[in-house]
């Protein structure tokens, strides 16, 4: 069965400044997608960042990048000029046509003024 | 905004009392899931729908059940609500090859 690991419970970040969050899962499929989700104190869960894998290229929203590394099924989220909006639970996801979301347990996110 | 809309946002009701979530989407999804999270915590999926009259149990045992009568509606019924069923409960439907929308979720406690 698929995994998706997020090693960082919490992570703190200086506003203005870059965060990385790191994600890795397990599969043995070539074919998928993922995906960075927001949910901020609550509020609703919102999709940041979407990758497929077949595409080679990294994914890019505004100041949200990922670097997916397929060989090494490593898909981390880069948040540069980070703002005090970005303080939030960050979810990784992995899913597969046909199959159920695969979500990571999540990395809690501060972003300090 | 997604088009996905649970209630009530928030509920607080006695022990041994029947909810039921209700969870709508506009989108025409065949998919929809409904996940159990406490505050700041991971997801727990305890049942989805792959279309009408197709219900699932998740990986997590739940007590509620769920039914799918039309498209556009997954309601998620406790029978017999307890303190142990306080939690968040979210909604959310999927678009083929896009993404998953959410619904801004049921806050429940069980007194």
């Known amino acids: 069965a698929q995994t998706v690991t997020q090693s960082q419970p919490e992570m703190s970040v200086q506003e203005a400044e870059t965060v990385t969050l790191s994600c890795t899962y397990d599969?043995?499929?070539?074919?998928?997608?993922l995906f960075w989700y927001k949910q901020p104190p609550s509020r609703q869960m919102i999709l940041v960042i979407r990758?497929?894998?077949?595409?080679?290229q990294n994914a890019t929203e505004n100041r949200f990048s990922v670097n997916f590394q397929k060989a090494a099924k490593s898909f981390s989220l880069k948040i540069s000029d980070s703002q005090l909006g970005d303080a939030a639970m960050y979810f990784c996801?992995?899913?597969?046509?046909?199959?159920?979301?695969?979500f990571g347990p999540g990395t809690r996110l501060s972003v300090l003024p | 905004e997604a088009d996905i809309y649970q209630t009530p946002r928030y509920l607080v009701i006695g022990t041994g009392k029947k909810i039921t979530l209700e969870c709508s989407q506009t989108?025409?999804?065949?998919?929809m899931y409904w996940y159990q999270q406490d505050p700041g915590m991971e997801l727990h999926l305890i049942h989805y729908?792959?279309?009408?009259?197709?219900?699932e149990k998740g990986d997590l045992s739940s007590e509620s059940t769920v039914s799918r009568i039309r498209t556009e509606h997954f309601p998620l019924t406790l029978e017999s609500a307890r303190p142990s069923h306080t939690s968040q409960y979210l909604c959310?439907?999927?678009?083929?090859?896009?993404?998953?929308?959410f619904g801004q979720g049921t806050r429940l406690t069980v007194v």
């Open positions: 996801a992995y899913h597969r046509t046909g199959q159920n979301f695969v």
């Open positions: 599969t043995s499929e070539s074919d998928y997608y």
């Open positions: 990758q497929e894998a077949y595409k080679q």
């Open positions: 989108m025409g999804h065949d998919k």
């Open positions: 729908s792959y279309g009408v009259n197709s219900t």
């Open positions: 959310a439907s999927y678009s083929p090859n896009t993404e998953a929308f």
